[in-house]
């Protein structure tokens, strides 16, 4: 794996070109199909316009390809959310959080594979193919987010960009030994992002270690008047963090039966270790952990069946033989989308049917709020939150074939999402060859911290 600096210092020593072509090349060379669209052309030529100083070439990202998760708008690159429905769809504008990168001098080296339309623990619903895991190739990266993950982890990218609707960038960080943030709500602009469940996701970093997250972070985050959810948050990260004093919040819901020994062995390692540079820990209740992974589902696909009536054929992507309207949308809707995104609208559709909508929507708005609460209690004592990030490590490429054995594994990821806290997972062992994924959980806007104490793991590894 690579660092930003290893990039900048290589586009000084030659030319932003040649650093986009030898990605370029490593990405051609690639076994585990982590991108749907390369964009060879806009990077060239990007990276020409960038050493010509046609383009200002001083930011901080100057010649730094990135790769971008395939659910964010990037104008004249295909965006198709791993959907056959998007099939073609180029867009005519940026995501925000691609216009920063652009003004820092990056280059959109091209979209990865994910889940289609992020609704998935594993990026294997996706239309063009399951994502392999670097370090397994018969194992999954995790999703949704899992080119994102996967591609830093082989070395072909430095940084990538994932969203997290219920841990969507840090289950695949977990999986794949790299580092992936889940900014707090609001803190980094959603516009552009393709909506699965708007209440519940955030754009974040992906990187080979924690200081390029952070710098990431820096770049993409604050105030954006195009989304009304976005907040005025100070990018500026110190992550040298001094954990002496620190009170570690160790919250027993998290571990357990549930988890496999060899993630909770490996987390209370990283504990210890944090320990050892004068931390302490307490054990926390947050009685209401039991009931977040229904509330989530049924929040998230309630919102995902509103969020994708729009996708019918008429406007872009996927076109069938034009019949009636009715017909029409029907069809382009049972060719594109995939069995898995059928099934959460379906479901989604039901929960806000008439005579459902009270019993089970607004139940899970209710149970989200108790669940925001005991993290509000938990941080009157403590200073971070502990967990694993995954229960186990990566599984096998088609292990788990029940939906419901995917969706438990989102057990210590989705809480996070449902109190729109921020989350770092950051590796900490492995098992088998497989990394383990600690996940530090911190207070809104507390950025910061949380990395600094990554850091801390990080060092310590």
């Known amino acids: ?80 959310c791993a959907s056959h429905i998007l099939d073609g769809y180029i867009p005519p504008y940026d995501a925000t959080v691609i216009e920063r990168l652009y003004a820092e001098g990056a280059i959109v080296i091209g979209k990865t594979n994910m889940d289609e339309f992020a609704m998935g623990t594993s990026t294997e619903s996706s239309y063009y193919g399951p994502t392999r895991n670097p370090h397994n190739p018969d194992c999954v990266p995790g999703g949704s987010s899992g080119g994102s993950a996967a591609t830093v982890a082989a070395g072909e990218v430095a940084i990538s960009l994932g969203s997290d609707t ?78 002496k004093g620190l009170t570690i919040g160790v919250p027993s819901q998290y571990y357990g039966e549930a988890i496999d020994p060899a993630v909770e062995n490996a987390v209370w390692d990283g504990i210890h270790h944090l320990e050892d540079e004068g931390a302490t820990y307490k054990e926390v209740d947050m009685p209401h952990t039991d009931y977040a992974l229904a509330a989530y589902y049924i929040i998230a696909i309630s919102e995902a069946s509103s969020n994708l009536a729009r996708f019918d054929g008429m406007r872009y992507g996927l076109r069938t033989e034009d019949k009636d309207w009715s017909t029409t949308f029907s069809e382009v809707r049972a060719l594109g989308f995939g069995e898995e995104v059928k099934r959460r609208i379906i479901l989604g559709t039901f929960s806000l049917s008439t005579g459902y909508h009270d019993k089970y929507y607004l139940k899970a708005l209710q149970v989200r709020t108790l669940v925001k609460q005991d993290f509000d209690l938990a941080f009157k004592d403590v200073d971070v939150l502990i967990a694993p990030t995954m229960p186990m490590p990566a599984f096998r490429i088609g292990e788990l074939v029940d939906p419901l054995s995917q969706y438990l594994a989102d057990v210590n990821t989705v809480p996070i999402n449902l109190a729109g806290v921020p989350s770092v997972s950051v590796p900490c062992g492995s098992t088998q060859g497989l990394p383990i994924g600690m996940q530090i959980i911190g207070r809104y806007f507390d950025e910061p911290r949380i990395l600094g104490v990554a850091a801390a793991v990080e060092r310590s590894s």
């Open 1 to 80: 794996m690579m660092s930003i600096t290893d990039v900048l210092r290589r586009v000084e020593e030659s030319s932003a070109e040649d650093v986009a072509f030898e990605h370029l090349e490593q990405i051609r060379k690639s076994k585990f199909n982590t991108f749907i669209t390369v964009a060879e052309d806009q990077s060239l030529e990007r990276a020409r316009s960038l050493d010509s100083g046609e383009l200002k070439s001083g930011g901080r990202l100057a010649g730094v390809p990135i790769a971008i998760k395939d659910n964010m708008s990037t104008t004249g690159i295909r965006t198709t």
């Open 166 to 243: 219920g841990g969507s960038v840090r289950c695949p960080a977990s999986f794949c030994g790299v580092v992936g943030l889940k900014p707090t709500y609001g803190a980094v602009s959603r516009y552009g992002l393709v909506s699965y469940a708007n209440s519940l996701e955030q754009i974040g970093p992906i990187a080979s270690n924690v200081e390029d997250v952070a710098f990431l972070y820096s770049i993409i985050a604050g105030y954006d008047p195009k989304d009304s959810t976005s907040v005025d948050v100070d990018t500026e990260i110190n992550i040298d963090c001094n954990v």
